[in-house]
């Protein structure tokens, strides 16, 4: 087969990966922060190189001034010249010692001594790896999808319409191409492939050749299952390069299958030769997915008679202190019920909180729901780390607030966990609580199951990020300083499936929040179980 050369890329790139995964930056916003201490040293190291090789280029220009001048006096007249027994003297000299040195100045590898330099601060600064550069690219075609981003857009630097950055080179693109490519994924390859064949013919100075475009957009366009085009963009490629063997190849394997199909259809299967461009495209449950994405998108919001019902209110819960402080809680959601506590984090506990935490991020981890083990997973692209009461005064002082808002014990509550999301950082839906048949989940905490959940926001988000619960329809949008809240679990114990939830992918802005989760030991006085049991479609 003739397409070895493309897939041998990924072959050598998914090596690549497993090699650096363990220092990855692309998963915490907080991470990338770093990269900009490391650009800024690689720029003052280039630098310093490029003004050694010019004093070398500088020296080199003297010698051969001086050569030339003397070289154009000696050939004015030769015998006269080398009668004379100074200029005899000082023409062995020039091609002996003189000589000497223009070669050792011509050999000298200044950019060694830079490089070794380079070598040793790598080891020591965040550097991002290709597993990076995979997870950027992954990130942005999530964004593409979620928030319908059309991928020209996108390429100018725009967010929903809002200019952030630079515009993608040509050659970007075509890297955008390339990893969503190596990733499977010949939706996007084709997408970013003809984004960079557009760019290109805008280009003054080409950042790539239009023959690795075609080339990858053939192959792609192949994958997705349309031969025809796929054709037509080999015989592009062969225009430019006609001797290019793979494309001699796939051009043949190409007309075959052509040919394969019209006989197949000529024989009287009356199946249409026309591949759709989507054919090999997985769409996970794609109802689901979309509902998601819309609530993402903002563009569902609960029906007027529900809000209508929704209040603002103060919350004291009878504590003397509070009765003189209550707390601004808004209902987001009733029944289930979805509070969100207004004022209840201040600035400085949050930028106390990230500097506490930011040392100790590690990527946040799911729990395998058939073994039980904590993993990481592309459906969770965030960083984390769990903070102590007795770490710091702010963190218990959280925990008696979190008490205060729910009136339940944090004497079997988990750690404050705090969590930045990374570029385009998401956490697709999923249950805080374990559900009937994760038996071994919390089993170790002895605690029981997560009956609640506090989510504080500790950043706002430009665009993009917020917390949505696809089966109730609800979208939470973050605002730094509050909390969301809600009950896991019903009464009886059950899991409550309509809390379902997940943080959408971050558009545009940093996002930071908190989770602390409170467990049912120590609950029962403070929380009436019932032995009622809800309807078993709610339940998981
Ligand atoms: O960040 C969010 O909006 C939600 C986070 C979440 O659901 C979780 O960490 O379990
Ligand atoms: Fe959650």
Redesign the pocket.
Known sequence: MEFNMIIYHSLVFSVFFTTFVSCEVFTALADLEELLHTEGYLINTLDNYIKAEEQRIYLLKRYAEIYHQQHNKAIEDVQVYIANPINAYTLVKRLSTDWHQVESLMSTDISKEYLNNLTLYKETMKFPTEEDLNGAAVALTRLQDTYRLDTSSLARGELNGVKYSAELSAADCFELGRQSYNNGDYYHTQLWMREADERLAKEKNNTVDKSEILEYLAFSTYKQGNVPLALDLTMKLLEILPTHSRALGNKVYYEEELLKSLNYKRKGDDESDEVPDDKLLVVPDTYAQEHYEQLCRGEVTLPEVKKAKLKCKYFHNNNPFLKIAPFKVEEAHLDPDLFIYHNVMSDNEIETIKKLAYPRFRRATVQNSLTGELEIAKYRISKSAWLKEHEHKYIADISQRVSDMTGLTMETAEELQV?NYGIGGH?EP?F?FARRDEKNAFKSLGTGNRIATV?FYMSNVEQGGA?VFPQIGTALWPKKGTAAFWFNLFPSGDGDARTR?A?CPVLAGS?W?S?KWIHERGQEFLRKCTLERPPSDITA
């Open positions: 969590v956490y999923h805080d989510l917390t939830h943080a996002k929040v989770n």
